[in-house]
């Protein structure tokens, strides 16, 4: 049986392990922390990852800890005036096959946790990361923390965006700083008053920041995400510290009173410091030899889009699906044989995905531009979402796309 090593187990690291245990792959995940756990944070997830997610059996358990918005609405920041709207829901369920989803980050990551406890072929440990690897034509070898070494067939590189690995393998720099600072709150609806609780998406766009809202848990909590510009001294790694929350007040002090009233009501904040890389130049990026980089290790990208669990998902989709496809997970395939398609099949995985998530990471690049214009160009958006509406806020090539695709 092929052995499948993966570093790394966020989001992307635990769905490759699930991706490649379900056709059949000897599975090793090594993470660095002493527990599974994901901080407080809710994410988006679109009907082209949610197909994936329903593709490994998980539709009821998700149905059980999502919320499920029923628009998406934009806002101005500073009028409340309604820019425009996408409906979600039975739209979405339509036109893509699946609904937009919205949860909690910590519940995603527990359900894939529990979800991979009922394979007996993923062995999952603590307290040790992959700090460095060395590989051969025959097979790839993960250094760990402890000093152990670990030889497999495939390395899965899903060790984030200041990934070790991608530093040993392709030597490009470190994430660089955007400029934009990312204020994180989760608040109970019950907490908030009547006129502030929500059960939709919404986007409020302003100069030089923007506003994102949505239910996570059923619809029980709120989170709440602001976008400023601003700049952190110290380690720009760690993506969740500690914030004042009378700093992102006083960006916020010429918004309506609606959004006004949602940022003093928050009174815990914590901040993340964004950073990324360019968009993806090639397939070198996402693969090399025995190595496959997935999610933030190989295109870490601003959160404007909503996306970034999403490609990490699909790229283990994809991954599985490509060796699957190899054979290599096949009982009649001598061990020999299936390994020495592995090179050949990472480049066909890297193949089929650069493209898609260099042009998920470009578009969050230019929403972020588009959200926070200033003068003159901000009216002129404004009018443009208010005539176009839907057709200008729908995305079927993003939505309808990935490795399941829409029936």
């Given at each position: 049986?092929?052995?499948?090593?993966?570093?790394?187990?966020?989001?992307?690291?635990?769905?490759?392990?699930?991706?490649?245990?379900?056709?059949?792959?000897?599975?090793?995940?090594?993470?660095?922390?002493?527990?599974?756990?994901?901080?407080?944070?809710?994410?988006?997830?679109?009907?082209?990852?949610?197909?994936?997610?329903?593709?490994?059996?998980?539709?009821?358990?998700?149905?059980?800890?999502?919320?499920?918005?029923?628009?998406?609405?934009?806002?101005?920041?500073?009028?409340?005036?309604?820019?425009?709207?996408?409906?979600?829901?039975?739209?979405?369920?339509?036109?893509?096959?699946?609904?937009?989803?919205?949860?909690?980050?910590?519940?995603?990551?527990?359900?894939?946790?529990?979800?991979?406890?009922?394979?007996?072929?993923?062995?999952?440990?603590?307290?040790?990361?992959?700090?460095?690897?060395?590989?051969?034509?025959?097979?790839?070898?993960?250094?760990?923390?402890?000093?152990?070494?670990?030889?497999?067939?495939?390395?899965?590189?899903?060790?984030?965006?200041?990934?070790?690995?991608?530093?040993?393998?392709?030597?490009?720099?470190?994430?660089?700083?955007?400029?934009?600072?990312?204020?994180?709150?989760?608040?109970?609806?019950?907490?908030?008053?009547?006129?502030?609780?929500?059960?939709?998406?919404?986007?409020?766009?302003?100069?030089?920041?923007?506003?994102?809202?949505?239910?996570?848990?059923?619809?029980?909590?709120?989170?709440?995400?602001?976008?400023?510009?601003?700049?952190?001294?110290?380690?720009?790694?760690?993506w969740d510290q500690s914030a004042n929350a009378a700093d992102l007040q006083r960006v916020m002090a010429?918004?309506?009173?609606?959004?006004?009233?949602?940022?003093?009501?928050?009174?815990?904040?914590?901040?993340?410091?964004?950073?990324?890389?360019?968009?993806?130049?090639?397939?070198?990026?996402?693969?090399?030899?025995?190595?496959?980089?997935?999610?933030?290790?190989?295109?870490?990208?601003?959160?404007?889009?909503?996306?970034?669990?999403?490609?990490?998902?699909?790229?283990?989709?994809?991954?599985?699906?490509?060796?699957?496809?190899?054979?290599?997970?096949?009982?009649?395939?001598s061990a020999a044989a299936a390994c020495g398609q592995i090179p050949a099949l990472l480049k066909d995985?890297?193949?089929?995905?650069?493209?898609?998530?260099?042009?998920?990471?470009?578009?969050?690049?230019?929403?972020?531009?588009?959200?926070?214009?200033?003068?003159?160009?901000?009216?002129?958006?404004?009018?443009?979402?208010?005539?176009?509406?839907?057709?200008?806020?729908?995305?079927?090539?993003?939505?309808?796309?990935?490795?399941?695709?829409?029936?």
């Open positions: 049986m092929v052995d499948v090593v993966i570093a790394g187990g966020g989001i992307g690291g635990l769905s490759a392990a699930l991706a490649c245990a379900r056709e059949g792959g000897n599975v090793r995940l090594y993470e660095r922390t002493t527990e599974f756990s994901e901080v407080g944070a809710g994410i988006q997830l679109g009907p082209n990852v949610v197909r994936v997610l329903h593709s490994w059996d998980m539709q009821e358990a998700l149905a059980g800890i999502v919320a499920f918005p029923d628009r998406v609405q934009f806002r101005s920041a500073v009028s409340g005036t309604v820019l425009g709207e996408l409906p979600l829901g039975a739209d979405m369920v339509r036109r893509y096959g699946a609904p937009y989803v919205t949860i909690h980050r910590g519940d995603l990551h527990g359900l894939l946790v529990q979800t991979l406890g009922q394979y007996a072929n993923v062995a999952l440990q603590l307290s040790n990361a992959v700090v460095g690897l060395a590989q051969t034509e025959a097979s790839v070898t993960a250094h760990l923390a402890d000093t152990q070494q670990v030889q497999g067939d495939v390395l899965v590189a899903a060790d984030g965006a200041w990934s070790v690995l991608r530093q040993q393998i392709l030597n490009d720099g470190k994430p660089q700083p955007t400029g934009h600072l990312a204020y994180r709150a989760m608040v109970r609806q019950s907490n908030l008053p009547k006129g502030l609780r929500s059960q939709q998406v919404t986007a409020w766009f302003g100069p030089r920041l923007h506003v994102v809202q949505y239910p996570v848990r059923g619809g029980d909590w709120l989170n709440v995400v602001g976008i400023v510009h601003g700049h952190v001294q110290g380690d720009m790694s760690n010429g918004t309506c009173a609606p959004l006004h009233d949602l940022i003093h009501a928050i009174e815990s904040w914590r901040l993340w410091p964004l950073s990324i890389r360019q968009p993806m130049r090639g397939a070198h990026e996402h693969a090399l030899g025995r190595v496959a980089l997935l999610g933030d290790a190989a295109h870490p990208m601003v959160p404007y889009l909503a996306q970034g669990a999403a490609m990490a998902m699909e790229d283990a989709a994809t991954l599985a699906q490509v060796l699957a496809a190899g054979g290599v997970f096949s009982e009649g395939v995985y890297a193949n089929q995905r650069w493209q898609r998530n260099a042009r998920v990471q470009q578009r969050a690049i230019k929403n972020g531009e588009i959200y926070h214009l200033t003068g003159p160009m901000r009216l002129g958006r404004d009018l443009a979402m208010r005539a176009l509406g839907t057709r200008l806020l729908d995305q079927p090539w993003l939505y309808g796309g990935g490795p399941i695709k829409v029936t």
